[in-house]
C-alpha cells in the first residue's frame, strides 16, 4: 500500500512540474524598487534592472512603469507598457523543449480611456491584441520547434500618451501531455482500489 502512494504522489509532483510558472516575477511583486508607493507609479527605463526577471529594451529615453492600485493596475502592481514616455518591450526567456506545448495565461487592462494595441510575441506566436479592454484574461499557446529558449515579449504602438495596455499575472507553462493525465488517473485508482479492499 505505501508504495502504491507514493507512487501516486511522484505523478502528482509530475504534473505539478509540469503547470509551474517558467516565467519569473510574473506577478510583479517580487524585490520591487523602493520608489514605488502604493497608488503611485515608477518609471523604469530602457536597460533598467527593476522589474525583477524581466528586461525592459527599445529606444533609448523609452520606459514602462510599475503602477500599484492605481492607474488601471490590476492586481496590486501591473506594469504600464506606455511608459513616462515610452513605450518600450518587456520580455523574458525560457526553456522550451522540442515538441512540448506551452500556455501563455496574463490579465489585461488600461490606463484611463487608452486605446493602444499590445504587441504580442510568445516563441513562434506573433500577435496584435486590440482593442484593449479592461479585465481580459489572455490565454496564448505555441509548441516549440526545438528545444532550448523562447521568448516572451509585450509592447505596445501608438505615440506615447503616458498611459497605455496595463498587463500583470503572467504564466508561462508547459501544457501536461494526455499520457501523463492518463498515467495519474490510473495511479489513484489503483490506490483507492487497493484502498477499498483492506
Known sequence: MKKQILFSIG???????????LISNGDFESSP???????NYLKVDVGSSDI????????????????QNSYGSINNISVDLMGTPGPATLSQMFSVIAGQTYQLDFDLSRNGSSLHTVLL??????ETISPVISGTHITRFF???????????????????????????VIVAAVPLPGTLALLGVGLGFCMLRRSKK
Open 11 to 21: 505523478l502528482i509532483a509530475a504534473c505539478a512540474s509540469a503547470q509551474a510558472n
Open 33 to 39: 524598487p523602493a520608489g514605488l508607493t502604493s497608488g
Open 52 to 67: 525583477a526577471g524581466w528586461v525592459v529594451s527599445g529606444a533609448p529615453g523609452k520606459s514602462v512603469d510599475l503602477i
Open 121 to 126: 510575441n510568445f516563441g513562434s506566436l506573433s
Open 143 to 169: 509548441t516549440a520547434a526545438l528545444t532550448g529558449s523562447a521568448n516572451l515579449a509585450f509592447s505596445t504602438s501608438g505615440t506615447d500618451t503616458f498611459s497605455g495596455p496595463v498587463i500583470d499575472d
